[in-house]
């Protein structure tokens, strides 16, 4: 995602989805003359993209961190901590 700010970037989490989201907006102003004639020139863009994931029971949403850095997007979710490992029961 180069050029965006981290202002920019939206992540949102609705039960088990987490959906990212990134909306820019740029104006590109210019002022130029040619044979005494003043022109002004103005240019607008916008871009929107947007991903949705579903995510597992064993996810750790509270845990979850995000950064942007050098126009990388990282976002980390760590397993949530099993509460009881597995048990085996011999047959007698």
Do not use: F, Q
Request: charged content about 35%; glycine content about 6%.
């Amino acid at each position: 995602m180069p050029g965006v700010k981290k202002e920019d970037v939206v992540i949102d989490v609705d039960g088990e989805v987490v959906r990212v989201s990134v909306a820019s907006a740029a104006d590109k102003e210019e002022d130029t003359e040619e044979a005494g004639v003043t022109y002004h020139r103005v240019e607008r863009s916008s871009s929107y993209a947007a991903r949705s994931l579903r995510l597992p029971p064993s996810a750790d949403l509270g845990a979850m961190k995000a950064k942007l850095e050098a126009g990388v997007l990282e976002v980390t979710i760590p397993k949530k901590a099993e509460a009881e490992a597995k048990k085996r029961i011999a047959v007698e």
